[in-house]
């Protein structure tokens, strides 16, 4: 995801074809949900992406989510949103961890994810890291989504079928010698 660099990369462009974005959000804190759907959007639509958003119960199930969609729809990207204050016990440590493993997973197997689920340890910071004026929240996130978008669709191989190819395979009736090993 983008950070405080102001060495800011523009967004991808996508000629004819828009790329097709899931917004999965757990709106469990309604204000930081709200500035993270407006500030991921908002980049979205700049780049002229077509885009949907779902709501989960929590971050937990936000790779999920997005695993169902990219093995059953047709979207390019995923933009995972949430916000996770650490509390008394220690399964914000355990949310944070797994909803981070679970989606690095997802995109190492080929899902392009912006991960903008913010961690933080108290609504002061989470209200901070929600300012859509941030490159590391949830515009950052969007920015991400696109640039895996593009990266991959500048990386396709050339298809190249299985199995025999036509004319690749040619019997020599007329060869001479054992038929028999």
């Known amino acids: 995801?983008?950070?405080?660099?102001?060495?800011?990369?523009?967004?991808p462009s996508f000629d004819g074809d828009a790329p097709r974005v899931l917004i999965v959000i757990a709106?469990?804190?309604?204000a930081i949900s709200a500035a993270q759907l407006a500030s991921?959007?908002?980049?979205?639509?700049?780049?002229?992406a077509e885009h949907e958003t779902v709501e989960m119960p929590g971050s937990l199930e936000i790779p999920t989510a997005i695993g169902i969609a990219h093995r059953q729809a047709e979207f390019d990207g995923?933009?995972?949103?949430?916000?996770?204050?650490?509390?008394?016990?220690?399964?914000?440590?355990?949310?944070?961890?797994?909803?981070?493993?679970?989606l690095a997973t997802l995109g190492l197997a080929g899902a392009?994810?912006?991960?903008?689920?913010?961690?933080?340890?108290?609504?002061?910071?989470?209200?901070?890291r929600a300012d859509a004026d941030r490159l590391d929240t949830a515009g950052g996130a969007a920015a991400a989504t696109l640039h895996l978008i593009a990266l991959g669709r500048s990386m396709r191989k050339?298809?190249?079928?299985?199995?025999?190819?036509?004319?690749?395979f040619r019997h020599d009736a007329a060869r001479k010698g054992p038929t028999v090993a």
């Open 158 to 168: 050339a298809e190249s079928g299985v199995g025999f190819k036509p004319g690749s």
């Open 112 to 128: 392009c994810i912006g991960n903008g689920i913010i961690t933080v340890e108290n609504m002061e910071q989470a209200e901070e």
């Open 27 to 30: 709106p469990y804190y309604g």
């Open 78 to 102: 995923y933009v995972a949103l949430g916000c996770v204050i650490r509390g008394r016990t220690s399964h914000y440590d355990v949310v944070v961890g797994e909803s981070a493993r679970a």
């Open 1 to 11: 995801m983008a950070g405080h660099s102001d060495n800011v990369l523009p967004l």
């Open 40 to 48: 991921a959007r908002s980049v979205l639509e700049r780049a002229g």
